[in-house]
C-alpha cells in the first residue's frame, strides 16, 4: 500500500482509531498529516470523521484489530458528505457477512482495497488489488511503478481466486471457529463482542481475576494475561491503547490450537 | 525500487544521462529535483557529476541503453569526491567481466542494486537486492514497507542463485551471441561499440545507406529502420534523444532470432 496516489500537500489524511497501525508510518513516510478520530467504546463510526477535510478518509472494515463492522449504507453516507477519498480497506471483509463493492458503483470517490492474505490464505504472497471507477484507478496508474506485480504471484492468486470452493470452506471453518472461541472465552468471563473477523477482541474482565491482578488495577490484567501466555509459547496480541489496554486480540486457530488457550487460561485466571 | 531512503528534500538526485528512463520518474513522484548531466559521445562518466551536491548520485553500470561501463576505479573516486550517497544500478551487470561490490566494503555511502530479471532471466519476477555496509541498510529499512517480499519470489530466487552452473552458462550463450551479433552488425555497415550488456547499441552509419534515407538526415536513419523492423515484427528500442537519436539498441536474441533481424536489416538497407 502506497499513499502517493491520494496525498495532498496540503490536506491531511483521516481514520477512526483504534484502526491498523500501518496507517500513521505510510502517512508519515510521504510527510503527511494524519488525523486520528476516536471511535467510541463500541467503535462506532465516528461522527466528526467527516469533517476533518481530509484529502484521503480511510476506514478499515472489518476494523483492525476490533473485528467491528461499519454498515454499508454508513459508509455511503461518509463517501457522499466527504470532499475526498474514501478509502475501505477490506483485508479481511470475507470473514464478514457484508462488503462494501456496491458503493463502487454509485460514488467516484470510493476504492476498495482486497488483501489475499486473509481469506485466502496466502499470507507470504505480496498480492492485492483495489476496486474504483476507471477514473480513480487511472489516476492512480499516474504513480504506479512501471513494473507490474510479481508474474508467479499473479499466477498464484488467480489460482486461488479461481477455487471459490475451497475459499468458502476454509471462511466458513474460521467462522465456525470463530463462534466457538467466543462462546468458549465468554464462559471463562471475557467481554467478547461478535468478531466478523479472522480473530475475536476479548476484554478481560475483573471478577474471575485473582486478587493479585485486581490490584494491578484495569489495565494491567490485559498484559498481565498476555505475558503468561507467552511463557506458555501462546501468542496473542496486546495493545497498550487507549480502548484496548483491557483487550487481548485473539486469532482464530485451529480447534486444537484454540483448546491449547483455552486451557492456558483456564489456569492463568482461576 | 523507491526513493525515500535516499532523498532529501533539500538536495536533488543526479545522473548521467542517457540512461533508464524510470530515474527521473521516481525522483518526480518523490517532488525531488533530478540533475541530469549529459555523457560524451563515448559514454565516459562526467566529471561534473562528481559537482551536483546531490543527496543521491545514480550510475547505472552497466548503462542502458549504452551497454558501456564506467570502470570500478572512477566509481571509487566518484563515491570518495561527493558528499552523498552513490547508488550503483548493477541490473545488467551479470553480462559484464567486472563489478562493483568491492566498493562497498571501501564506501559507506555506496549502494549496489542487483535485478533476477536480467543475467537469471527472472524477468516476472519482482526480486532484486541491495549491497550496502549495515549502517546504509538499516537507514533503508527505516522506510522500507514492514510486510516482506513475496515469499514465493524468495523461493524462486533462492533455487536461481543457487544453480550458478545453469546461470553461468545462460550467460556465456548470452555474451557469445553477442559477439556475434556485434561482427554481423559491423559487417552491415553499423558502428556497435562493445557492449557490457544483453543488447547493443548500433550506430546507423551513412554509407551503407538508400539515397532516400540519406535526404532523411542523420537523424531519421535509425528512426526510419525502427519503423521497418517493426514492420516485420521485429521489435528493437529507438530513442529519439539527445546521442541516441541515430542509434537502435538491439537486444541479443536466440542465433535464429538474430538472424532473422539481420536478414531484415540486409533487406531494408541494400
Redesign the interface.
Known amino acids: 500500500?502506497a499513499f502517493?496516489g491520494f496525498c495532498d500537500e496540503n490536506r491531511p489524511v483521516a481514520y477512526p482509531v483504534p484502526t491498523y497501525s500501518?496507517y500513521p508510518?505510510l502517512a508519515d513516510?510521504q510527510n503527511c498529516t494524519a488525523i486520528e478520530i476516536p471511535f467510541d467504546d463500541e467503535f462506532n463510526l465516528p461522527a466528526k470523521l467527516a469533517a476533518t477535510n481530509a484529502a484521503l478518509t480511510i476506514v478499515c472494515n472489518p476494523n483492525a484489530p476490533t473485528g467491528s463492522f461499519i454498515s454499508v449504507d454508513e459508509l455511503a453516507s461518509l463517501a457522499d458528505e466527504i470532499d475526498g477519498v474514501l478509502l475501505i480497506d477490506e483485508a479481511y471483509v470475507d470473514f464478514a457477512e457484508n462488503n462494501c463493492t456496491t458503493l463502487v458503483k454509485d460514488f467516484d470517490n470510493v476504492v476498495i482495497l482486497r488483501s489475499l492474505s486473509k481469506g485466502y490464505s496466502l499470507a507470504?504472497?505480496?498480492?492485492g488489488y483495489a476496486i474504483a471507477q476507471p477514473e480513480m484507478i487511472a489516476s492512480l496508474m499516474k504513480?504506479k511503478?512501471?513494473?507490474n506485480?510479481?508474474?508467479?504471484?499473479i499466477a498464484?492468486a488467480t489460482a486461488a481466486i479461481e477455487d471459490q470452493k475451497y475459499f468458502k470452506e476454509n471462511v466458513e471453518k474460521v467462522k465456525s471457529e470463530r463462534a466457538r472461541l467466543t462462546e468458549q472465552l465468554t464462559e471463562l468471563g471475557f467481554n467478547v463482542p461478535g468478531s466478523c473477523s479472522n480473530f475475536v477482541l476479548a476484554q478481560c474482565l475483573p471478577p474471575r481475576l485473582s486478587s493479585r491482578d485486581e490490584a494491578a488495577g484495569k489495565n494491567g490484567r490485559a498484559a498481565e494475561i498476555y505475558k503468561e501466555l507467552e511463557k506458555r509459547n501462546i501468542f496473542v496480541r496486546y495493545f497498550n491503547d487507549p480502548k484496548l489496554e483491557d483487550k487481548l486480540r485473539i486469532t482464530v486457530g485451529t480447534p486444537e490450537q484454540d483448546d491449547k488457550l483455552l486451557l492456558a487460561l483456564k489456569e492463568i485466571i482461576k
Chains 1, 2 share one sequence.
Open positions: 500500500m502517493q500501518l508510518v513516510i507470504g504472497l505480496r498480492f504513480v511503478d512501471s513494473y506485480v510479481d508474474a508467479v504471484a498464484v
